[in-house]
């Protein structure tokens, strides 16, 4: 909707006042408090991407709630939130609306609303692997990507990232740097010779047969006393002292490996969870690309649900190609030292269920967010082709829990369908919170993710006019006028005074989708009952940035407090 700039009367002084102050006869109708925006996200309605493929794999779009059924913990629930989403992005063209007298009409260049974040996982990349995931990345960023389409690159190691671009020189120069930087030893340094996966099972679950393979190699390995203690002997109350020994040295090796894996595990989550925090600031579709060999969990899954519900909370996908590219279920690995038959025998069995559950968690992370997951190919490139594209249908179901206990207990889910011949995928489960959530906290969650979204709603009489004027040849002052029709808003009759408050949030985005500025304005209506009768232009807002020249994206949203309803606009904007 346009408006012109007469039609934006400032009907009502707005004075800043504070928030708390009470209603009285005597207080202003209008008051407003300004500040820096702040949100926090907590979990009251746990959210479930969906995505059906038919039995071509391709995925369908024209499912109803109705169709969808829901189980926690094998309890139907209700489903209180269903919509449906697009794969593909859209342009903003919206001309810059100004009517002062020292600046002219320009058209707004348009605007990607698709940001990528691929992350590396230079931790647990292997130096083939690295080298071929970065020879395909390298193609696919040359003849896919679009010109307008910002890229971000970010590694579990923390070295050589970079932010969200459309610069291709800067791109190519930050994937030429990736280099492999393991924290563990190099496999076959150890005596014994214990995978993460192993040690976990030795340490962590108590696995005997684990336990009794690595004490065989590394009675071999250190060359301990073999022979069983003569009967009769003082050694045989003892057992074996060369066992004993072994198995102390088993146990401190153990230790270490789960104590540097764990670490490992926890840098490929935190970044995966930054690059997801970095994704839910920029304005529009958002995907985070996984590029890893897996990596084993263990003790970290309800770190891993978290980074999941976050990303599901923030509207953010997240895809994963496994860089092993086609995996072959090896019986002998020539580069690792055989010390003991039975031993290695049992170990390239654990090494088996290693390269599986190490897979495991990068289709976890895809299932759960409505993302993709590519593996067992060796087409990189065609991988990374595949994933950067979200499906084309995604279904995104709610439900609040019914008398969940605040402890933080698994939640297994369910998702059903009344039609036959598709597959689902989604969440496998969420993790119930420890402490209930506060109401303030949630509005805050729900203005932010609005806030970082493209998405438009019109629940509100809203229209936003921009305008701006340049300074200097380098600077500008850019104004966003927020009109509100007030009678299209509900009230509350509160001591004789109709009242409602209004949040009116604005941010400025690069062309890159990066956050420059946000402003927040809380706006206390508190009107008579006659001054409600005559606002027949409504109320205006006015908000102001400092800018330099360049392409701008406008971000608006407003919601009110009483009947928690919510506008938002886009507005492209090119400052000269």
Aim: hydrophobic share 40%; with cysteine; proline share 5%.
């Amino acid at each position: 909707m346009r408006v012109s700039a007469a039609a934006f009367p400032l009907v009502l002084a707005v004075t800043l006042a504070r928030a708390e102050a009470p209603p009285s006869q005597n207080s202003a109708e209008v008051t407003s408090t300004d500040s820096a925006p702040t949100f926090r996200a907590k979990v009251n309605v746990v959210v479930v991407p969906v995505v059906v493929r038919d039995r071509n794999g391709h995925a369908v779009g024209n499912l109803k709630r109705d169709d969808f059924r829901v189980f926690d913990k094998g309890k139907q629930q209700v489903i209180s939130q269903f919509s449906v989403e697009r794969g593909g992005v859209h342009l903003l063209s919206h001309p810059v609306e100004d009517e002062t007298a020292n600046t002219a009409d320009a058209p707004a260049a348009p605007f990607s609303d698709r940001f990528v974040a691929y992350v590396f996982d230079d931790v647990h990349l292997s130096f083939e692997d690295l080298s071929r995931t970065r020879t395909a990345a390298i193609k696919y960023f040359m003849t896919s990507l679009r010109p307008t389409d910002p890229v971000a690159i970010f590694t579990t190691s923390g070295q050589n990232m970079l932010d969200f671009t459309t610069d291709r020189t800067d791109l190519m120069t930050t994937l030429n740097k990736l280099q492999p930087r393991p924290i563990s030893n190099a496999r076959g340094t150890d005596c014994p010779d214990l995978s993460y996966y192993m040690a976990d099972l030795i340490q962590n679950k108590n696995d005997q047969m684990a336990l009794q393979a690595a004490v065989l190699e590394a009675m071999a390995c250190a060359n301990l006393n073999t022979n069983p203690p003569q009967p009769g002997s003082k050694q045989q109350s003892s057992g074996n002292p060369g066992q004993v020994a072994a198995q102390s040295l088993v146990q401190a090796v153990s230790s270490e490996v789960v104590s540097v894996g764990d670490h490992e595990t926890r840098l490929a989550l935190g970044v995966i969870e930054d690059a997801i925090r970095r994704c839910a600031t920029a304005p529009g579709q958002r995907m985070v690309v996984v590029i890893s060999p897996g990596f084993v969990v263990s003790q970290e899954i309800p770190t891993e649900s978290e980074v999941m519900d976050r990303a599901v909370r923030a509207n953010v996908i997240i895809s994963a190609v496994d860089a092993r590219g086609l995996f072959t279920d090896a019986t002998y690995d020539a580069s690792q030292t055989s010390y003991n038959a039975d031993a290695t025998r049992m170990k390239q069995q654990y090494d088996r269920e290693a390269a599986m559950a190490q897979a495991d968690v990068l289709a976890e992370l895809a299932n759960g967010t409505g993302g993709t997951f590519f593996e067992n190919n060796n087409d990189l490139a065609d991988g990374l082709r595949r994933v950067a594209a979200p499906p084309e249908w995604v279904y995104v179901i709610g439900f609040s829990p019914q008398n969940v206990k605040l402890d933080g207990s698994f939640h297994g889910l369910k998702v059903t369908v009344d039609t036959k011949d598709v597959t689902l995928q989604a969440r496998r489960g969420y993790y119930a919170p420890r402490h209930a959530a506060d109401p303030e906290e949630l509005a805050k969650e729900e203005i932010g993710e609005a806030l970082f979204s493209r998405d438009e709603l019109h629940q509100l009489p809203v229209a936003l006019q921009t305008q701006f004027f340049k300074t200097t040849p380098e600077d500008a002052k850019l104004t966003l006028l927020v009109h509100v029709d007030v009678k299209g808003i509900p009230f509350q009759k509160v001591e004789g005074r109709n009242k409602n408050n209004l949040t009116v949030v604005s941010a400025l985005f690069d062309r890159n989708g990066n956050y420059v500025s946000g402003q927040e304005k809380i706006v206390q209506l508190r009107l008579r009952d006659q001054t409600l009768e005559n606002l027949h232009s409504g109320i205006t807002v006015r908000t102001g940035f400092d800018v330099k020249p360049g392409g701008y994206m406008v971000r608006l949203v407003v919601r009110d407090s009483d009947g928690q309803m919510m506008s938002t606009e886009n507005r492209a904007v090119e400052i000269p």
